[in-house]
């Protein structure tokens, strides 16, 4: 049986996380230095945004996103898989519920799109690592960036330069739609579906390829995109990539864009916490 005081720990780190930025994500924020357009004054009020939802108490974009979850759980960890998906479930509805969360979730993606009323389910996906203890990563995964995200199946041989140029034609696409500037998460490896999963669990990770982030960053912000998408820089703020070994016949690159508000909560139980 999961304590009731682990479920409020999940519910407070999501309330906070849909209002309060990770101090690293608001230092990238307020120390970025715009340049030309009206990069600017999208800046200001990106800033001034930051500061009325942490004054108020308010979510600090409309969209307050789905619950996109990692649980990562120790192989020596004696908590159930069922218990691990209740206390996500409770933690992310009562948030909802408390966190003035808009309802954003349909059912039937492609006939009815009827809406679930209380932004439920999370997508929820689970790995295990070393240890026993539970640590749960969220996303508020607001919508107008992920329609950006994407992938490319590479050729094999496509190399550095080759992920470099698929990220930027992705962004290149994108344009101003994810509201910049951007935060990136690169997967990169695995099958299609494995980059995919990897370019999310990056927000939370080291990049493990720091040269590459810096190139993808540098292409990124050369497009010249801008905040807001009125021109100027800068276009992405940061760039994070994971990889993993791959097919010998592939080489599977995956993007999630993240809006400014890049909003994540990461809560850990140790053993005996749960």
Known sequence: MIP????????????????????????????AVPEGGKAESVMSAIKENLEISR???????????????????????????????????????????????RKSIVTDPVRSRKNTGNNLPPFIFYELEDGDAVELSFLLKGFGSENCSSIRMLNPTAGEDGVINAVVQMMQKAGGKPCPPVFLGVGIGGTMDRAAFLSKKAFFRPSDDTSLSSRILSAVNELGIGPGGLGGNPTALGVSVLTEPTHIAG??????????AERKAVIRFERGEL
């Open 4 to 31: 009731d005081k682990a479920i409020a720990r999940v519910k407070d780190g999501l309330i906070e996380a849909a209002r309060i930025l990770p101090e690293d994500i608001e230092k990238a924020i307020l120390s």
């Open 251 to 260: 080489l599977p690159v995956a993007l999630t864009v993240n809006c400014w």
């Open 55 to 101: 004054k108020t108490g308010l979510p600090m974009c409309q969209d307050t996103g789905g619950f996109w979850c990692l649980a990562s759980i120790g192989r020596d960890s004696d908590v159930r898989l069922s218990d691990i998906e209740h206390l996500i479930l409770r933690g992310a509805e009562e948030a909802s519920l408390a966190g003035y969360f």
